[in-house]
C-alpha cells in the first residue's frame, strides 16, 4: 500500500497513560490526520509510561507518534532524551520519519516517530551526534523559515543529508482556528501552508506533512489543506 497524497497533518492529541492513546498510533492504515504525545519535561511524561506506549507499538505493529521542541531544559532535556531513545532501542523498535509513512509497510511495522517543533536549529544539531549514537532519525517541523540565516538553513541541510525529515510548521506559526476564523480557511492555506511549502522546496527540502502550531485545528482546515 502506498499513500497517494504528498500531505499529512499532526495535530496534538491528549494523554494519560499512552497505551490508551489511540490518535498517537499509527497502524499503516491511510489515515491522513495524526497526533502526537507531547515528551517535553513540563508534562512530565514518566519513563514507565512512555515504555508501556513503546510496548503496545511493538504488540501491534503500529508506529507511536512522539512531539517535542527544543531539547534543552527548556523543553526535553538531552538526559531524558537518551532515555527514550535507549528504551526504543531495548524494544526493538526503529525511528521512522514522516515520509516514511507514506511508503508500503516495513515488514516489521512497529516503530517510533519522534518530532520537533519550531525553529530551534542550532539546538537540534548540536545533538545530531546523539541522534547518530542511536540511529534516530526524526522528524523537524520548521516554522518561519524565510528568516533563518544561511547558516542556519545549511545546519537544516545537514540534518536532513543525515537522513532527518524537514517539514512544515506553518510560515509564521499562526493559530490556525483564529487566523481563518478571521480571514477565512483558503487565507490560511494559501499564507501558512502553501507559502511554507513552497519556501522549503526552494530550498532543497521535499516536505510531505504539515504540523498545526498549538495543535489547533478543525475538520474544514484538516480538509482544506488535504486538497493540496
Given at each position: ?6 500531505l499529512a497533518?499532526?495535530?496534538g ?5 499512552i ?6 498510533y ?6 491522513r490526520v495524526?497526533?502526537g504525545v507531547s ?21 501491534r ?7 517535542a521542541?527544543?531539547?534543552?531544559d527548556?523543553?526535553?532535556?538531552p538526559?531524558r532524551?537518551?532515555?527514550?531513545l535507549?528504551?526504543?532501542r ?5 525511528f ?6 507514506h ?10 516517530v ?11 544539531w548540536?545533538?545530531?551526534?546523539l541522534f547518530?549514537?542511536?540511529d ?5 517541523f520548521?516554522t ?11 545546519r ?14 506553518g ?7 483564529e487566523?481563518a476564523?478571521?480571514?477565512?480557511v ?11 511549502l513552497d519556501?522549503?522546496r526552494e530550498?532543497g527540502?521535499?516536505p510531505t506533512t504539515?504540523s498545526?502550531?498549538y ?8 480538509d ?5
Amino acid at each position: 500500500m502506498r499513500w497517494l497524497v504528498v500531505l499529512a497533518l499532526l495535530a496534538g492529541c491528549g494523554q494519560d497513560r499512552i497505551a490508551d492513546t489511540d490518535e498517537a498510533y499509527y497502524g499503516w492504515t491511510n489515515r491522513r490526520v495524526l497526533c502526537g504525545v507531547s515528551i517535553d519535561d513540563k508534562l512530565e511524561v514518566g519513563l514507565d509510561n512512555i515504555r508501556e506506549g513503546m510496548l503496545r507499538a511493538v504488540e501491534r505493529g503500529e508506529v507511536l507518534i512522539f512531539y517535542a521542541h527544543q531539547i534543552s531544559d527548556e523543553g526535553i532535556g538531552p538526559e531524558r532524551l537518551e532515555s527514550i531513545l535507549q528504551l526504543a532501542r531495548e524494544l526493538g523498535l526503529p525511528f521512522l520519519t514522516f515520509p516514511e509513512l507514506h511508503q508500503a509497510p516495513p515488514a516489521e511495522r512497529a516503530g517510533v516517530v519522534l518530532t520537533f517543533d519550531d525553529a530551534h536549529v542550532d539546538n537540534w544539531w548540536e545533538q545530531r551526534d546523539l541522534f547518530a549514537a542511536y540511529d534516530a532519525r526524526a522528524t523537524f517541523f520548521v516554522t518561519r523559515i524565510h528568516t533563518l540565516r544561511d547558516d542556519r538553513i545549511a545546519r537544516l541541510h545537514e540534518l536532513y543529508a543525515a537522513g532527518h525529515a524537514i517539514e512544515s510548521h506553518g510560515l509564521n506559526h499562526q493559530n490556525a482556528y483564529e487566523y481563518a476564523d478571521e480571514l477565512g480557511v483558503q487565507a490560511y492555506v494559501v499564507d501558512e501552508v502553501l507559502s511554507s511549502l513552497d519556501i522549503l522546496r526552494e530550498q532543497g527540502f521535499a516536505p510531505t506533512t504539515f504540523s498545526y502550531p498549538y495543535g489547533v485545528r478543525t475538520g474544514e482546515l484538516d480538509d482544506a489543506i488535504l486538497e493540496h
